[in-house]
């Protein structure tokens, strides 16, 4: 039976092994790049588990061996007025075109709405995923703007955004 759960600071090995996985398969679907992440000491993957003002969540296949994450953090810049953002959102390719997707969007809009400070999540990605852009409006995601971008890959594609206001 699938699951997903959100990681704590001990499960960092498991976020450094899907979050590299994603950017090394995945790689048009990040604003980071592998090169960057994969020298990350334990000490820097557990600071993303860490912290009452984000949340990664780990999904997990029928054996039990992750095979997706997601995470919602408020933005510093942002954090009085109340916007989080979500990042990271990775399925491997067995997984995908299941529905799970909706599970990692539910589990970060209730961490948003039970988040004393969170008043807006904010989404954006690249023009050209369909995917991301059908499944966050499926999630009542509304279209704001967007802005030319320069993604890790070195492609010049605009960068959509979007927000949901959960209280």
């Known amino acids: 039976m699938?699951?997903?759960?959100r990681l704590t600071a001990e499960d960092w090995a498991?976020?450094?092994?899907?979050?590299?996985?994603?950017?090394?398969?995945?790689?048009?679907?990040?604003?980071s790049f592998f090169d960057r992440e994969k020298d990350y000491g334990e000490?820097?993957?557990?600071?993303w588990l860490t912290g009452e003002d984000s949340a990664v969540f780990g999904f997990f296949?029928?054996?039990?061996?992750?095979a997706g994450m997601t995470g919602i953090a408020l933005r510093e810049d942002d954090r009085m007025y109340g916007v989080a953002k979500l990042w990271g959102s990775?399925?491997?390719?067995d997984v995908r075109g299941r529905g799970y997707a909706a599970e990692l969007?539910?589990?970060?809009?209730d961490w948003a709405r039970q988040h004393p400070l969170v008043q807006t999540?904010?989404?954006?990605?690249?023009?050209?995923?369909?995917?991301s852009m059908?499944?966050?409006?499926?999630h009542g995601f509304i279209y704001t703007h967007r802005k030319a971008h320069v993604w890790p890959d070195g492609a010049e594609e605009d960068q959509l955004f979007y927000e949901l206001r959960v209280k």
């Open 121 to 131: 999540i904010v989404v954006s990605h690249r023009e050209s995923n369909a995917a």
């Open 90 to 93: 990775w399925l491997r390719a």
């Open 43 to 47: 000490d820097e993957w557990r600071r």
């Open 2 to 5: 699938v699951s997903l759960r």
């Open 61 to 66: 296949d029928d054996a039990g061996a992750i």
């Open 105 to 109: 969007y539910r589990a970060r809009i």
């Open 134 to 138: 059908k499944a966050n409006q499926k």
């Open 14 to 31: 498991l976020l450094r092994d899907v979050r590299l996985l994603a950017l090394s398969s995945d790689p048009r679907a990040f604003g």
